[in-house]
């Protein structure tokens, strides 16, 4: 068990004034040891209650656990970071015999303009190899599986999703696929969980059409169930088409969840601290801190003890 004492002097006043008139002193408290033991919380939750002992007494004894939200090292203020950006859809494809005719792109330079000279200036990563993408008419939408794109993030910049879609002259590539994008889904993962994005309704996408001529109804179409529907001409079959379905621009930053904060375990009108229990819901080790502190009018004398505990 490693304890940490740290001593903070406030006074008000010259130093000389301090000696003179404070009349509070630095408080003789201390923390002896912690037992943990399986308990079952108010809500019926299996929990760790770990309870600390204590010598000495103070006026005032705050305490942080050492978890998200009243960890002591983050006192001064914490900055939520992005751990995670998560993606993931489904899809369909029907009909037709043209290959590779959808990709999955994300960028972060787009302009926000959308139009195909915009689109084709700016820079797409192309992401669909971390997809899996369903065969040709199966029975049922396949889940492209949940995927981390975080590395794709650009500090300070918009980070686009896109769907393209290319249909070639199909006499000499083949007959146009249909494909459709459903369950989309982009969520952000920080400490605090993960908090949705966009959905496949929610991402605001923009769709874009580009040929000499596109039949009507064909390209992307957005159905009236939410999908997206990405296909060729079926009049015009050997023009050259390219699609787009482009979300809007997500920015992500850090947050600034501002400082931690203890939490008051005695004032001055309770009775002397021995003992204080708290329950930890994960395992772990975690390094907690006791704020012990005595005042008056004049002055504050406060005392810290820190200890690390391991909660099985």
Known sequence: ???????????????????????????????????????????????????????????IVSFYPGIMGNDYSYREGRMLDIKGLLSSFSTTLNNGTQENQLSVLVSSDFNGTYDIGNIRAATWTDITDRFTLNSRNASASLPSGTKDVKDLLVEGKPFYYAFRYICKPQSVHGANSTWRIRAFSL????????VPLASLTTADWQLINEGAVVDPGRGAVIESSGAIRLNGNHLHKEEDTESWAVSKGFVLAKTDMGPDRPIAIKSVINPRLTTYAFNYTAPGTYKVAFIASNTSYEGQYSVVREIEITVP
């Open 1 to 59: 068990m490693k304890l940490k004492y740290i001593v903070i002097v406030l006074c008000s006043g010259i130093v000389a004034a301090c000696e003179k008139k404070d009349t509070a002193v630095a408080p003789d408290f201390n923390v002896t040891g912690y037992e943990v033991a399986s308990m079952v919380d108010s809500s019926g939750n299996e929990v760790k209650q770990v309870t600390f002992g204590f010598s000495g007494d103070a006026q």
């Open 187 to 194: 969520e952000s993962q920080t400490d605090l969980g993960t």
